[in-house]
Nanobody
Framework: QVQLVESGGGLVQAGGSLRLSCAASGRSFTYYSMGWLRQAPGKEREFVAA????????YYADSVKGRFTISRDNAKNTVYLQMNSLKTEDTAVYYC??????????????????WGKGTLVTVSS
């Protein structure tokens, strides 16, 4: 079992930066792929970023490529999402997720094993 708790959301101006954190509990955290997804009001949930357990491979949605960076510190059981050059269209609830298969993060999000409760990011113009 893995429990995920997000933090770091808030209100920022366009062009600003914010770092989200996801604290994980559970003895098997190290061997899970981790990801971030988001959902804006009236829109479908969409993939944002993912990272494999060894920290050797990262994946990003085209909309955030070059602006967001995902990382993890397995010793601290924590995953991060550094968000730079924020745009108003980045406004959404951001969810941390864990799954044993990286492909689930990329193509089959409805079957992700574990979810956090989300943290709201609001970007003002």
């Amino acid at each position: 079992q893995v429990q995920l708790v997000e933090s770091g959301g808030g209100l920022v101006q366009a062009g600003g930066s914010l770092r989200l954190s996801c604290a994980a509990s559970g003895r098997s955290f190290t061997y899970y792929s981790m990801g971030w997804l988001r959902q804006a009001p009236g829109k479908e949930r969409e993939f944002v970023a993912a990272i494999n357990w060894s920290n050797s491979n990262t994946y990003y949605a085209d909309s955030v490529k070059g602006r967001f960076t995902i990382s993890r510190d397995n010793a601290k059981n924590t995953v991060y999402l550094q968000m730079n050059s924020l745009k108003t269209e980045d406004t959404a609830v951001y969810y941390c997720a864990a799954d044993k298969a990286i492909g689930t993060m990329l193509r089959d999000t409805t079957n992700i094993d574990y979810w956090g409760k989300g943290t709201l990011v609001t970007v003002s113009s």
